[in-house]
């Protein structure tokens, strides 16, 4: 193996190691000796890398904000119904949360601290927001979905996908829940959603 192509390996496993650490175990504080230890490589490497343990982090959350940024453009950007949209828009969010239980958690925790999450140009946003509530607009017309303004919609729709990830461990305990049991309510949920948007 190149020296080069080593590196790069060495490169790509730090960061994927911080993001399971970040994500999946919610490990936010983790430190640089702790991601170093997790990844089994010597610490120094991290700061021959990323410079700083800040800039391992910023980075790791713009990856996986461009990531997730890129898949939500394909579906509100494709000419599918928008009942389909919002059905692959549920199974992103819930299979995205499935695998990173934390990170929205995560992104919302480096907003509070006045951080960049990486969001898409004013201009991209505008862009899917225009097309995406113009095709709300139409179907609520065609008395498909109840009416309503589009950013209520939106807010609703967001809520019924994220309250039941982001507030899991307290229903689990209030209700006795397994994990067993909660995944199943999980991969119910889509269909509730969609029976509950939409009229028909």
């Not at 790509?12 to 490990?27: C, M, W």
């Not at 689990?172 to 199943?184: F, I, M, P, V």
Request: hydrophobic share 40%; charged share 30%; aromatic share 10%.
């Amino acid at each position: 193996m190149s020296i080069q192509k080593k590196e790069d390996v060495t490169y790509e496993l730090i960061v994927q190691t911080a993001k399971n650490l970040f994500f999946k175990e919610g490990k936010f504080n983790a430190t640089t000796q702790e991601i170093a230890d997790a990844a089994g490589v010597n610490r120094t490497l991290i700061n021959y890398y990323f410079r700083s343990r800040n800039a391992l982090f910023d980075l790791v959350l713009k990856l996986a904000k461009e990531e997730e940024d890129k898949k939500q453009e394909m579906i509100v950007m494709s000419d599918l119904p928008i009942r389909e949209k919002l059905d692959q828009f549920i199974d992103l969010h819930f299979e995205t949360a499935k695998e990173y239980p934390y990170m929205e958690i995560y992104i919302v925790t480096q907003l509070n601290q006045n951080a960049s999450c990486h969001f898409k140009s004013d201009t991209q946003i505008q862009k899917m927001t225009k097309k995406f509530f113009s095709e709300l607009e139409k179907e609520m017309e065609l008395g498909n979905i109840q009416k309503m303004e589009p950013i209520q919609f939106l807010l609703n729709f967001i809520s019924m996908i994220s309250f039941p990830i982001g507030m899991r461990p307290l229903i689990q305990q209030a209700l006795g829940l397994s994990d067993k049991q909660y995944d199943k309510i999980i991969s119910e949920r889509k269909e509730v959603i969609l029976n509950t948007i939409f009229k028909s």
